[in-house]
């Protein structure tokens, strides 16, 4: 399984950002497929997730800014981040579960939100 993110960047505070995560194989063979992000000097946590029949979760801090969403056509899962902080600098990671235990990492991608 491989899972290639891109969309990072340096964007002003304010500012939108769009990442997308393409996974090989068949999205549905994925139980569940999301973000994660890792700040310098923190855990990571989660951002936001989306399960095969497309329910959503996300990040109680981040639900009113982020939006998580899936081209089943592409195999893609994407994240919509809106009105970025600087806080929200950090590296994402896509993340692909299968078979409800096998989980499976994207390279990550580095976002920077500065002025």
């Known amino acids: 399984v491989q899972l290639q993110a891109f969309g990072g960047g340096l964007v002003q505070p304010g500012g939108s950002l769009r990442l997308s995560c393409t996974v090989s194989g068949n999205i549905f063979s994925f139980n569940v497929m999301g973000w994660y992000r890792q700040a310098p000097g923190k855990q990571r946590e989660l951002v936001a997730t989306i399960s095969s029949g497309g329910v959503k979760n996300s990040a109680d801090s981040l639900k009113d800014r982020f939006t998580i969403s899936r081209d089943i056509g592409k195999n893609t899962v994407s994240l919509q981040m809106n009105s970025l902080k600087p806080e929200d600098t950090a590296v994402y990671y896509c993340?692909?579960?299968?078979?409800?235990?096998?989980?499976?990492w994207g390279q990550g991608t580095q976002v920077t939100v500065s002025s």
């Open positions: 993340n692909a579960i299968k078979n409800g235990m096998d989980s499976y």
